[in-house]
């Protein structure tokens, strides 16, 4: 279908697609139009990855804005794809659409989004906005929902679902457009939305999957083609080298963070060998920004990598660093990525081939290592190939054996997709949902809370109805126990502490945890930071740190001698829960340490966790501080400036000295420590500073001072003609290439710095 047949959209559209060089749909957008994607018509999108599902969420969104003068939403799995899908949708703007983005703040309406044509937001944020009762959510005419397979997901899966069912609850005439990887029972989601099937496996690439085993790779359709491992190669080495031979990039995916890691230290001497000295050049600085984003172990590793074409990415890196390691190999620069599974969730990193290395991971509901899903490795095998840049993609296994060459081919390459199931039904998910259902006023009583339930997925996939009456039975019980819940002549009614923890976006079980251990508190006692930040550890809403070995002893130890400061009913050694109580209380320490300077090496080192980990958990404690701080407040239990104290230092990462002073923009902990100690202990001594005791302070860096004072609101924060003082200037350091704060002299902020 040509572009200019496809009805109801603006006339500017087409002239933008065809500046990129779209001139056709391809075959499956061209049926989502057909089924009337740019009417209003929900449809459901069944396609494998690079085959132009963004382009049917674009016709669908504009058409609704321009044409029927709606309004947009388009929900996205992952923080790092909502920034993606900002960037593409910008493009609109200098059309006169006006596009928002909302991530975070769970406990906003959302108020500024309601002028937006477009809006980007996460599930999670659009759950919250309807707990927090944002008035715009019913001004929707179409909500796209992104990798909506998710809904297999135990974690994100129910969230999404219950939002679906909200927003269409909301607003009965929403059109449904849902993007989906190719699944084995798209029909059913079809049929739980209302919607027409697009259900395709057209590629505009060839995608050839098949198996490493000896000297060839061996192809779904009976080819054989020779790629040999030399002596000094294992497997994924030998294909790297094959693929940089014929100009093309490499994805590897592993099962863990350690496996990551020492896959591209072992492949950055194949890629290094194919380097330019131009490209060289480039990795060097690519090598020196990242060394810049944090000072830590994980960080010069990553550098090293780099500086040789390969990287590593995985959750425990800075988000800034997986931005970096991302854009580097779009634009081909680095030559290898070997990531996580989490990297073929969407976040747009296509490989002209693809290395699916490892096929089993860690388990530990069984205590050993279990298959990946044919869904998960389908899923990384559609990264190869770039449309418009490569030929063909491959997507390769790798077998020891001809057994496990059998094997792979019947698991993986010729196998369908499994069918995606909901997860609705685990009490955790029913707990948190339920709660928001009944405080945002979708259900007055058991009979409203269960006729909800009956439009979600969930009931589209069950029989079993007496299974969803009991657990919601438990989980209303539950709720009312705790004070969330009460049961009125009516039905069910949220209580005023039930209405606030809706609104702050906690699971009930964590508000709970946290409420009896506030009011463990003896009248007129006020908390520590330790005890606080280990309250909110323990909550379900924090990933916990493991204990490794030796830890059980030494936290337990920990436990005894600060046991005063640790909030509620501490739990025998012999109970089960012990444990976790000591897993709560050493990651309670990483963020007491954080709070009190440590550096951010020290941190990785001690507790064996990259940037990005110490990142997610101070951003996690600090929201669930602000929770603790609001129900303290609901109740009036007399402790929210305790807590507050508590949350300012973890989100800064400083001493209770140097809160207000690292609030300024462009501070920070280590900025805000220098200026303390050069006798600026403020904002407002800082807005009147001595300029050359500032610069001086600042490491002799006049762009970082003279962006400082101006945040800071100095008269006069012009840096020109200024000397540091001389007194104040450090002793100079090493330039090893150690990675130690400020020793490259360039003005780079690392994560410490904000």
């Known amino acids: 279908m040509d572009i200019a047949d496809v009805p109801e959209v603006p006339d500017w559209l087409l002239s933008h697609l065809r500046e990129q060089g779209i001139e056709a749909l391809y075959p499956p957008q061209a049926e989502a139009v057909e089924q009337g994607v740019t009417r209003g018509e929900s449809i459901v999108a069944s396609i494998p990855t690079a085959s132009g599902k963004t382009l049917v969420a674009t016709l669908a969104m504009l058409s609704a804005v321009e044409s029927r003068g709606g309004m947009a939403l388009y929900i996205v799995p992952l923080r790092a794809l909502a920034s993606e899908k900002r960037e593409e949708f910008e493009a609109f703007e200098a059309y006169g659409l006006d ?12 108020g500024w989004l309601a002028g937006k044509d477009i809006v980007v937001a996460t599930s999670e944020k659009v759950d919250s906005l309807v707990r927090n009762d944002a008035p715009w959510l019913e001004e929707l005419s179409c909500v796209v929902a992104d990798e909506v397979h998710l809904v297999d997901d135990a974690e ?34 079809a049929t739980w939305l209302d919607a027409a099937l697009v259900d395709s496996t057209w590629r505009p690439i060839e995608l050839r999957k098949g198996v490493h085993y000896g000297d060839a790779l061996h192809l779904e359709n009976g080819d054989q083609q020779r790629l040999p491992v030399r002596r000094s190669e294992d497997q994924p080495a030998a294909i790297v080298r094959d693929t940089l031979e014929e100009g093309g990039s490499t994805l590897v995916f592993v099962n863990s963070r350690r496996n990551a890691e020492s896959a591209a230290g072992r492949l950055a001497s194949t890629t290094e060998a194919a380097l330019t000295p131009e ?23 990553l550098a090293a990598a780099v500086e040789q074409g390969a990287a590593f990415h995985h959750a425990g890196l800075a ?53 990946l899903s044919v869904l998960e490795v389908h899923q990384m095998m559609g990264r190869a190939g770039r449309p418009g840049r490569d030929p063909y993609g491959e997507a390769v296994l790798l077998a020891n054996g001809h057994d496990e060459l059998d094997e792979l081919f019947e698991r993986y390459v010729w196998a369908e997709p499994e069918p995606v199931k909901s997860k609705l039904a685990a009490e955790p998910a029913l707990r948190t949902h339920a709660l928001a259902t009944v405080a945002s006023g979708f259900a007055r009583s058991r009979g409203e809370l269960l006729a909800f339930f009956e439009e979600t997925l969930y009931a589209e996939q069950t029989a079993d109805r007496a299974h969803l009456r009991t657990v919601t039975d438990d989980v209303v019980a539950y709720l009312v126990t705790n004070g969330f819940l009460e049961r009125t002549q009516t039905g069910l009614a949220a209580t005023g502490l039930g209405h606030t923890v809706s609104r702050l976006y906690l699971d009930p079980m964590s508000a709970a945890e946290v409420v009896d251990g506030l009011r463990s508190l003896e009248e007129g006692g006020e908390p520590t930071a330790l005890g606080l930040y280990h309250l909110v550890c323990r909550t379900p809403d ?182 540091p003082a001389a007194d104040l200037l450090p002793e100079p350091e090493a330039t090893d290439g150690s990675g130690t704060d400020d020793a490259d002299g360039r003005g780079q902020a690392n994560l410490e710095d904000f």
């Not at 909302?102 to 309406?109: A, H, I, L, Q, R």
């Not at 490209?279 to 590793?301: N, P, Y």
């Open 99 to 110: 596009v928002g983005v909302s991530t975070g703040n769970y406990e906003s309406d959302g």
């Open 279 to 301: 490209t060289e050049t480039e990795l060097a600085a690519l090598a020196a920004d990242i060394r810049d984003v944090s000072d830590t172990d994980t960080s010069d590793d």
């Open 319 to 371: 988000r800034e660093h997986r931005q970096l390691v991302e854009t580097a190999f779009r634009d081909r620069l680095v030559k290898v990525i070997c990531a996580t599974p989490t990297l073929a969730a969407g976040v747009n990193t296509p490989a002209r081939r693809v290395i699916v290395r490892d096929w089993r991971r860690y388990d530990g509901s069984v205590g050993g290592m279990t298959p």
């Open 156 to 189: 994100r899966g129910p969230t999404l679902e219950v939002t679906l069912a909200t927003l269409r609850r909301l607003n009965p005439a929403l059109q449904t457009v849902a993007l989906s990887a190719t699944i084995g029972n798209a029909e059913e989601l």
């Open 542 to 723: 924090m990933y916990e740190l493991y204990l490794r070995s030796g830890d059980e002893e030494e936290y337990t130890m920990l436990a005894h001698e600060r046991e005063g400061e640790l909030l509620g009913r501490a739990p025998s050694e012999f109970e089960e829960r012990f444990e976790d109580w000591l897993s709560a209380l050493k990651t309670a320490r990483l963020l007491e340490d954080w709070a009190g300077e440590v550096d951010e090496d020290e941190l990785a080192d001690r507790y064996q966790v990259g940037p990005g980990d110490i990142r997610g958990k101070t951003d996690a404690a600090e929201w669930l501080l602000g929770a603790a701080e609001s129900l303290s407040a609901e109740l009036d239990l007399g402790v929210g400036p305790a807590i507050r104290r508590a949350r300012q230092r973890v989100a800064a990462g400083v001493r209770a000295e140097l809160v207000e002073l690292a609030e300024v923009r462009g501070v920070g902990r280590k900025r805000a420590r220098r200026l303390f100690d050069a006798g600026i202990e403020t904002p407002a001594q800082l807005r009147s500073a001595d300029k050359s005791v500032v610069l001086a302070a600042l490491r002799d860096r006049p762009n970082t001072a003279e962006t400082v004072l101006e945040n800071a609101g100095h008269a006069d924060p012009s840096m020109t003609d200024v000397e």
